[in-house]
């Protein structure tokens, strides 16, 4: 079996129906029982992604958000869109949205799960999956199999993704070869991985806001310019999510579970990645860190998706493919999946969209290897903690550091398609894992959302006191409250005369 058959096949099975049914479910699940917080608490989301700061130990909120949407915003949301279109039809960008709202239920347990076990290791605040699995379900050979997994998943096969997408871009739009896209994105990368997760933090701070709102605004323009197409395009797109456009008839089934896949490898909810980047930041109450990446999921796919399916359906730059052969439409014959929105940019400004695509694919792709780095770091991390000081440590992070370079340099000259299937392939995996982990760790999640509505309730900032919930093997909170909380603290056990 060659490569690609392989890779097709690891894919194939990773996700099949099962699978995206398990994490509508999850979504369902958690958005039911937390009384759909994605709504509730919108106000609390924005409020508290700029109202926390960053400590010696943790990053900011701010900051582990913008790990965590640098992680999220990558080729997903706009090659991925792009297949996502090209497969199922327009409608599934519905269930692209579908699977965020709901998603980010899952993700708001996945990342306060990652700051109730964050453990502190070389002076960095550290968490995510193999944490929570250990702590919180009590096993630590399972933990490890899910830091092995990451290692994997996030250190060789995801990185490969996004360094290919941006050196096809560059190729189509400024003719240089993936040769020296793949040198000077190794390159870069390895500056900023070798300066450790404070200064990924940094770089992520910095440009992820500034990429987003960029391409959003473009996003923007062109659909104000198309105005009257509006209708068209969200007609399009409801009409054949729920097989109510004969035209679209033949990939109804594609539509859902396309837009799921797709929804769920470009936001990552219950995924487990994004819980590594929210395990890191500083916060006084897991819920906190949880809202912040909940919002992370609508900014990625309510948003910054949404943009690339307006600018690729209201300039009708795509294809869909005929499962039976063929085309059921084909508007701009020939062209590739990866180069719709290219050209639905190019459409609009001539001579323009290729470079700006190509250029916005170069920053997203960027920022979400560095995530990626951040969490080979964090399961690293997790494996070496009990001897964090050894020199094996300091090998293996040394390794997954170089490995990640490499591997990024190798995939960006490979096959699209093998490289694709296999990342892929990656993230099924993790989903799997995780989904069926937070779902096991239900109480203790949605334990920290009533208590800090609770705390809401009594006027007091909350603070995190696991006691105060039932939930052991946290102690690390209480030299985090006593370090940085003690007002907080203080306000709280005035209120609440339970706390000792």
């Known amino acids: 079996m060659d490569l690609l058959n392989l890779s097709a096949s690891l ?3 990773f996700w099949g129906k099962v699978m995206i049914y398990l994490c509508l479910a999850a979504g369902i699940y958690f958005s039911v029982l937390m009384r759909f917080p994605q709504v509730r608490l919108i106000k609390d989301m924005v409020k508290n992604l700029f109202a926390t700061k960053s400590s010696d130990e943790g990053v900011s909120s701010f900051q582990g958000f913008a790990m965590a949407l640098g992680g999220r915003v990558g080729t997903g949301n706009i090659t991925g869109v792009a297949s996502a279109i090209f497969f199922g039809g327009p409608g599934a960008v519905f269930w692209m949205w579908a699977i965020a709202f709901l998603g980010a239920g899952s993700a708001y347990i996945e990342a306060a ?8 290791i070389h002076g960095e605040y550290r968490g995510g999956p193999a944490y929570y699995i250990e702590k919180g379900l009590g096993s630590r050979s399972l933990g490890m199999a899910f830091a092995v997994l990451t290692l994997v998943s996030c250190g060789l096969l995801l990185p490969g993704i996004q360094s290919n997408s941006f050196a096809t871009a560059a190729k189509g739009a400024f003719g240089i070869e993936p040769i020296f896209v793949a040198i000077v994105f190794s390159g870069l990368l390895g500056y900023i991985v070798f300066g450790g997760g404070k200064r990924i933090a940094k770089v992520a701070g910095m440009i992820v806001p500034f990429m987003a709102v960029a391409y959003v605004a473009l996003a923007v323009i062109i659909l104000a310019v198309n105005f009257t197409k509006v209708p068209y395009v969200f007609g399009l797109i409801f009409s054949s999510a729920f097989n109510m456009n004969a035209v679209y008839g033949a990939v109804f089934g594609l539509a859902i579970s396309w837009g799921v896949k797709r929804g769920i490898f470009s936001n990552e909810a219950g995924q487990g990645t994004g819980a ?75 001579g323009i969209g290729g470079g700006f695509v190509a250029i916005a694919l170069g920053f997203f792709t960027f920022t979400t290897v560095l995530a990626y780095a951040f969490y080979t770091d964090s399961n690293v991390g997790y494996l ?13 992070i040394t390794a997954s550091r170089i490995g990640i370079v490499v591997m990024v ?32 760790l239900t ?25 105060r919930i039932g939930i052991k093997g946290a102690e690390l909170w209480h030299k985090i409250v006593a370090r940085t909380y003690a ?6 056990k005035a209120k609440d005369k339970t706390i000792k």
């Open 11 to 13: 894919d194939n099975f």
């Open 113 to 120: 799960l990652a700051q109730v076990w964050k453990q502190e």
């Open 276 to 350: 590594q980047a929210a395990g890191a930041a500083e916060v006084s109450h897991p819920a906190k860190q949880g809202l912040v990446q909940a919002f992370s999921v609508y900014v990625d796919t309510l948003l910054v998706c949404t943009a690339t399916a307006i600018m690729i359906l209201s300039t009708n730059t795509f294809n869909v493919a005929n499962p039976a052969g063929g085309f059921i439409s084909e508007f701009v014959p020939g062209m590739e999946k990866g180069n719709f929105t290219q050209a639905a940019v190019d459409s609009f400004i001539p």
């Open 384 to 396: 070496f903690r009990h001897n964090s000081n050894g020199s094996g440590y300091k090998m293996a």
């Open 409 to 440: 340099f190798i995939s960006t000259i490979m096959s699209a398609d093998v490289v694709w299937n296999f990342g892929s392939a990656g993230v099924g995996a993790m989903a799997w894992f995780n989904v069926i982990v937070i779902i096991l």
């Open 443 to 467: 109480k203790p999640g949605i334990a920290t959302l009533r208590d800090y509505e609770a705390q809401k309730k009594l006027g007091v900032d909350p603070v995190f006191v696991p006691e």
């Open 487 to 492: 007002n907080e603290l203080a306000a709280l």
